[in-house]
């Protein structure tokens, strides 16, 4: 190139020239041209020059390469010389708009905490949400718009190791762009995938609180109330006797069953205790204990032994009233 620019290209500007380079093949053996002019030089661990001419037949183009020199077809020389021409197009034409189009095997997050994704996705040396790793991966792997090549400091950055052994560092710029280290063209990503890009281990660790079975929960306790499954999935009885809406006891049993962490608040009044009776296929019966606060707009907050969880309004509504 005239002007040498570092940008990683599009994949396919890529195959196309290598599959042009491995269709190179000397069909006859000849004197080299009488200028040492190459019209293209690839250097790629091994030298090989382009000659528009062939001394022994001017129908053929000419070679030199570590392997010998000699004649190949106009056909194969016309196609090296269209896909690197293809490479000199302007940068925006040629970037490659996916952040990281190989596949990650750890990610230094913005807040220099590692995410390892050779086995279980694990960041800090806990395990990490996969949705929330699999929202980050999707950023990297998705097409971005274009951006600018305007210099703009950079604000941090996210390292990326890739299993093939390469390695590609992304500068955070602000307002949704992003670039690769040592290009000059930034791309633009959505509010939403530039929040992705920049979440630290905090909020990449896994927030389970607890996962189970819907259907092995076999008792729900409110308060003094208890709510045991029968026979058929749906089927509720109630200790002490009164009106069941076992459709309402089996959403709030869904909903209850898996629980995810939420923020700490800052204060907390006590409406409810609830526990989950749970009888898992293999292993000791488990029991799971909830204490639900008072509902807010919105919603209400309950506490997990420690953790805390935040539930929606229609949980929040169905705990107190099946705790009549």
Not at 62 to 67: E, F, Y
Not at 194 to 215: C, H, I, M, N, Q
Not at 249 to 268: C, D, I, N, W, Y
Not at 290 to 301: D, E, K, N, P
């Amino acid at each position: 190139l005239v002007t040498p620019r570092s940008v990683l290209p599009r994949a396919e500007l890529i195959t196309a020239l290598e599959r042009a380079l491995e269709a190179v093949e000397i069909v006859r053996l000849s004197r080299p041209p009488p200028d040492d002019v190459a019209a293209l030089r690839v250097t790629a661990g091994a030298k090989l020059h382009l000659a528009t001419t062939c001394p022994a037949d001017p129908t053929l183009a000419w070679v030199a390469s570590d392997i010998g020199d000699g004649c190949i077809t106009r056909a194969a020389f016309d196609a090296v010389i269209a896909a690197a021409k293809a490479l000199q197009a302007p940068v925006s034409e040629i970037i490659e708009r996916r952040l990281a189009p190989f596949e990650p095997s750890k990610i230094t997050l913005a807040d220099g905490a590692s995410l390892d994704l050779a086995r279980s996705p694990v960041v800090g040396g806990k395990p990490a949400d996969p949705t929330a790793v699999a929202e980050l991966l999707a950023v990297l792997a998705v097409p971005a718009e274009l951006g600018s090549e305007a210099q703009r400091p950079v604000k941090t950055m996210i390292g990326i190791q890739l299993k093939n052994g390469g390695s590609i560092v992304l500068e955070l710029l602000g307002d949704g762009l992003v670039r690769r280290a040592g290009e000059t063209m930034a791309l633009k990503l959505t509010p939403a995938a530039y929040a992705a890009l920049a979440r630290g281990a905090k909020d990449l660790a896994d927030r389970s609180v607890w996962t189970e079975e819907p259907t092995t929960i076999v008792a729900l306790q409110i308060d003094g109330i208890t709510y045991a499954r029968g026979a058929v999935i749906g089927e509720w009885t109630r200790t002490p006797a009164g009106q069941v809406n076992g459709a309402r006891v089996e959403a709030l049993v869904g909903a209850l069953a898996t629980l995810k962490r939420s923020p700490e608040v800052a204060s907390f009044t006590k409406a409810h205790d609830v526990t989950l009776a749970v009888a898992a296929p293999a292993g000791p019966a488990v029991r799971r204990s909830l204490t639900v606060g008072a509902r807010v707009q919105g919603g209400c907050t309950a506490h997990a032994g420690t953790e805390t969880v935040r539930l929606p309004a229609s949980v929040c509504d169905s705990v107190t009233a099946l705790a009549k």
